[in-house]
C-alpha cells in the first residue's frame, strides 16, 4: 500500500511498487523485518509557524487549526514487565484516548477521513491501527487485507506513501505528516 501511495506523490523518496512476493523474499534487516519492513532515512526539514486561533490568519489565509494534540510518555513498559505482551504501545493508546476526549470523537474509524501514522516499519503500522483504534485488537491484518487503509478505502492511511515511502527525516517527519493530513 504504501508503496503504491509513493509513486503518486512527487516528493517521496521511492517511487517503485513493490508485491507482496517481493517484500517476503527481501533480505532481512533484523529478523523477521526484511528490507521493504524499513523506512529508509532522508534528509528533510520543516518548518511551522504555532500560534493562537485568533491571530492564525496574521500569518497566512488558511491556516492549519489542529483540534487536539496529545503526548505520552512511559516507562518502556516491555523491558520492565515480563507479563507485557508487546502487540501495542500503551503510550500510543493513551495519547489517542486523550486526543479523541479533546476533540469529541467517539468512534475514530468512522469519525477520522485520513491519516498519517509513524509506520517506521511495517509491524509498526499494523499495530497503530489498532492502538489508535482503527481497527479492533487483532484484526488490522483483517483490515488491511479488506483494503480498509488504501486511498479508495474506508480510512486511507499514509496517503503520500509514510515514512516506508515518502522517506523519514526523523525530526522533520512529525510536522510533514501534519502538513500531508492539510493537503488531504
Avoid at 91 to 118: D, F, L, M
Avoid at 138 to 160: C, M, R, S, Y
Wanted: glycine share 8%; proline share 6%; aromatic share 8%.
Amino acid at each position: 500500500k504504501n508503496h503504491h501511495n509513493g509513486t503518486l506523490h512527487p516528493k517521496a523518496h521511492f517511487h517503485r511498487e513493490i508485491t507482496i512476493e517481493e517484500a517476503i523474499n527481501a533480505p532481512i534487516i533484523a529478523w523477521p523485518l526484511g528490507l521493504y519492513d524499513c523506512c529508509g532515512v532522508s534528509d528533510g526539514a520543516a518548518a511551522a509557524i504555532v500560534t493562537r486561533a485568533d491571530i492564525a490568519k496574521q500569518f497566512r489565509p488558511d491556516p492549519v487549526y489542529i483540534k487536539s494534540l496529545q503526548i505520552a510518555v512511559g516507562p518502556r513498559e516491555g523491558g520492565m514487565n515480563p507479563a507485557f505482551d508487546f502487540t501495542h504501545v500503551e503510550e500510543t493508546r493513551r495519547a489517542a484516548q486523550a486526543a479523541y476526549a479533546e476533540a469529541g470523537i467517539k468512534n475514530p474509524r468512522k469519525e477520522i477521513s485520513t491519516a498519517e501514522v509513524h509506520d517506521c516499519f511495517s509491524i509498526t503500522e499494523a499495530v497503530i491501527y489498532e492502538d489508535l483504534q482503527f481497527s479492533p485488537v487483532g484484526h488490522a491484518k483483517d483490515d488491511i487485507d479488506a483494503g480498509t487503509f488504501a486511498l479508495d478505502g474506508e480510512l486511507p492511511v499514509n496517503t503520500d506513501g509514510g515514512l516506508k515511502c515518502f522517506g523519514h527525516p526523523i525530526g522533520a517527519s512529525g510536522l510533514r505528516m501534519m502538513y500531508e493530513e492539510y493537503k488531504q
